[in-house]
């Protein structure tokens, strides 16, 4: 895909990349953004998801025809019909890997920053997301091998967590014992019950998210919290069952950062806190 001039009018198909280009450019280049990036349970840009109109899901080829991007970014679990679709329409279309890791996320950054004209912003950004995983090492870093919390992520997303994805990357680089990959369990694999026990996690994350009001959560967790088999988990027994910022933990762009502070936040104290908009960006755009 080539370009005669930086696109000014960006669409992308999913949250992290709608991410990664709010941290190189300003939002009024995206004629579209993830809907449920103004969600105040997953998303850590409200105010700046909310300056961009249009709230797009899963759209069609002629629904983004009709807003007349330059470039369109998709994941790399877009259907191919759909991408061929938007080619044979004359879109310019870049697919970017969905990232599994830290690497991962730097190698979406340098594609995304490529794609729309701004590969020095992109090494910026990246230097950012080096310069505070750097900074949370030099405190990670310090906990013996003793001291560092198993925690296992009780997610909605029932099969999530294991070797294999984001937040199990973010668990090594914040010193913290992935309860579910130390368990053998690769990320796509169910976590159940009697693997629960097993673990006995010092720690269980729970999960917030309610798609604003529609699913019952609470009768989620309680299918956990109030079966007599799971009485004798650690975590359970201790009260040890902490309601992270899901906006970070589950945050697959620049800010997956956050995602490695937040688990040291709830693993290992305040000195590890921060704010709930924190975000990277070489942009000057206020997320206020």
């Not at 998303?43 to 998801?49: K, R, T, V, Y």
């Not at 976590?191 to 026990?197: F, V």
Request: net charge neutral.
């Amino acid at each position: 895909v080539t370009f005669s001039e930086k696109p000014k009018k960006i669409l992308t198909f999913a949250m992290y990349t709608d991410q990664i280009v709010l941290g190189l450019v300003t939002s009024d280049h995206l004629v579209g953004i993830n809907a449920l990036l103004d969600d105040p349970v997953l998303s850590n840009i409200i105010p700046i998801a909310k300056k961009v109109k249009k709230k797009i899901g899963n759209p069609g080829a002629e629904e983004v025809l009709a807003m007349k991007p330059d470039v369109v970014i998709v994941s790399d679990w877009t259907q191919a019909e759909k991408i061929q679709s938007m080619r044979d329409l004359g879109l310019k279309v870049v697919s970017v890997k969905s990232p599994e890791t830290i690497q991962d996320v730097r190698d979406a950054v340098t594609q995304v920053a490529a794609a729309i004209g701004e590969p020095e912003k992109g090494k910026q950004l990246i230097g950012l997301m080096d310069a505070k995983l750097a900074e949370i090492k030099e405190k990670t870093g310090k906990i013996k091998p003793e001291n560092r919390k198993n925690i296992v992520l009780l997610s909605l997303m029932t099969a999530y967590g294991g070797s294999g994805c984001a937040y199990d990357a973010a668990c090594q680089e914040a010193n913290v014992i992935n309860g579910i990959a130390a368990a053998g369990l690769k990320n796509g694999q169910q976590l159940t019950k009697e693997m629960l026990i097993k673990i006995n996690p010092d720690i269980m994350l729970m999960p917030v998210y309610n798609d604003r009001g529609k699913y019952d959560t609470q009768a989620f967790i309680d299918g956990y919290l109030k079966d007599p088999s799971l009485q004798t988990v650690k975590a359970i027994k201790d009260k040890q069952l902490i309601y992270p910022r899901e906006q970070f933990i589950y945050n697959c762009a620049q800010d997956i950062v956050f995602c490695v502070q937040e688990i040291a936040r709830v693993a290992y104290g305040k000195e590890f806190d921060f704010p709930d908009n924190a975000r990277l960006t070489v942009t000057d755009e206020k997320n206020e």
